[in-house]
């Protein structure tokens, strides 16, 4: 079965440090799909990226950047210079066909 | 190209009411899914639905829940008989056909039971 683990349920960093948030991901399939998602206060869901399973380049979209690795079923995605606006809680999210499984999501706080 | 559409986007009921959470898809997506998140909880997949069809419901509990996607019209998720732990924010995903794509979800409906 599918299962999605984001290991930290809370992280809190002053404006401007780096963040990183983990992912790892447990998959039978060798065809899989990785997302990531913002949920803002707000509430809404907020699409951020995907990856299929053969494609491990890194991608860098401002100050977003994700790296793949499937040696060790990882989808980490970091924030470089972290901004108040950048509070949210983050979902990691699997895909092998179409249902998808969401890990239990990182709350970041980002102070000012 | 409006996104997905969602409504009420609050809706409060007594134990024992019905609650009807309508789902409009984005104008070329056929799949519909529908998610529930508990307080302080992530995302749990419910249901799975393309026009007149459920694909997979293996999220849905047995009693109580039901969901359709008619062929014309929204996807309906509807809950019978509400009790306090039904409360919860609902949110429907809409895709295109294709293994894979992305879900986009709409802004979600709360559901409070008292």
């Known amino acids: 079965a599918q299962k999605v683990t984001q290991a930290q349920t809370e992280i809190s960093v002053v404006e401007k440090e780096d963040v990183t948030l983990d992912c790892v991901y447990e998959?039978?399939?060798?065809?899989?799909?990785l997302f990531w998602y913002k949920q803002p206060p707000s509430g809404e869901l907020v699409f951020l990226i995907r990856?299929?399973?053969?494609?491990?380049q890194n991608e860098i979209s401002g100050r977003y950047s994700w790296n793949f690795q499937k040696s060790t079923s990882s989808f980490n995605f970091t924030i470089t210079a972290s901004q108040v606006v950048d509070s949210a809680v983050y979902f990691c999210?699997?895909?092998?066909?179409?249902?998808?499984?969401f890990g239990a999501g990182t709350r970041l706080t980002v102070k000012p | 190209n409006a996104g997905v559409m969602q409504n009420p986007r609050h809706l409060v009921r007594r134990r024992g009411q019905e609650a009807r959470l309508r789902c409009s898809p984005m104008?070329?997506?056929?799949?519909v899914y529908w998610y529930r998140q508990l307080p302080e909880e992530g995302l749990k997949f419910m249901v799975y639905?393309?026009?007149?069809?459920?694909?997979?419901e293996s999220g849905m509990p047995k009693e109580r829940f039901s969901a359709e996607f008619p062929k014309e019209g929204p996807s309906i998720l509807r809950i019978q008989q509400v009790v306090r732990g039904d409360s919860a924010a609902y949110f429907c995903?809409?895709?295109?056909?294709?293994?894979?794509?992305?879900?986009?979800f709409g802004p979600g409906t709360r559901l409070l039971v008292l």
């Open positions: 995903a809409s895709s295109p056909p294709w293994v894979g794509e992305t879900q986009y």
């Open positions: 998959t039978r399939d060798t065809t899989y799909y």
């Open positions: 990856r299929n399973s053969f494609d491990e």
């Open positions: 999210a699997l895909s092998e066909a179409r249902d998808m499984r």
């Open positions: 104008k070329g997506h056929s799949h």
């Open positions: 639905l393309q026009k007149e069809n459920i694909i997979d």
